[in-house]
């Protein structure tokens, strides 16, 4: 099944503590429905001294937010967009429903 978000994507996080506050998608966990998006929901990790991290201590991550839980951002409005998808000339194309831009290719339809 498609999905109507992938990395690399600007989206805008509709619910929850970050609500309107926008990212791009660093990582989609397709297993699970869920996202991670650079910026949103940040929290700390205690670390224990290794040889990687030395001094440990506490550091902050972006961990996953449910995939319903964000929307892709359309370019020519600025806002937040649902998605349907076209097929042209043999590929899948993602399209926003407000402005009708397109949003990126898929692959083979």
């Given at each position: ?67 319903s839980n964000v929307m892709p951002l359309d370019p ?34």
């Amino acid at each position: 099944m498609a999905r109507h978000i992938k990395r690399g994507d600007t989206v805008v996080v509709i619910t929850g503590a970050d609500k309107g506050k926008t990212g791009r998608v660093l990582r989609v966990i397709t297993d699970k429905d869920r996202v991670v998006v650079e910026g949103i929901n940040r929290v700390w990790k205690h670390v224990r001294p290794s040889q990687r991290t030395p001094q440990g201590g506490r550091i902050q991550k972006d961990a996953p937010i449910h995939m319903s839980n964000v929307m892709p951002l359309d370019p020519s409005t600025g806002k937040g967009t649902r998605v349907k998808f076209e097929v042209r000339d043999g590929h899948k194309h993602r399209v926003a429903i407000k402005s009708g831009t397109d949003l990126g290719r898929l692959g083979k339809a």
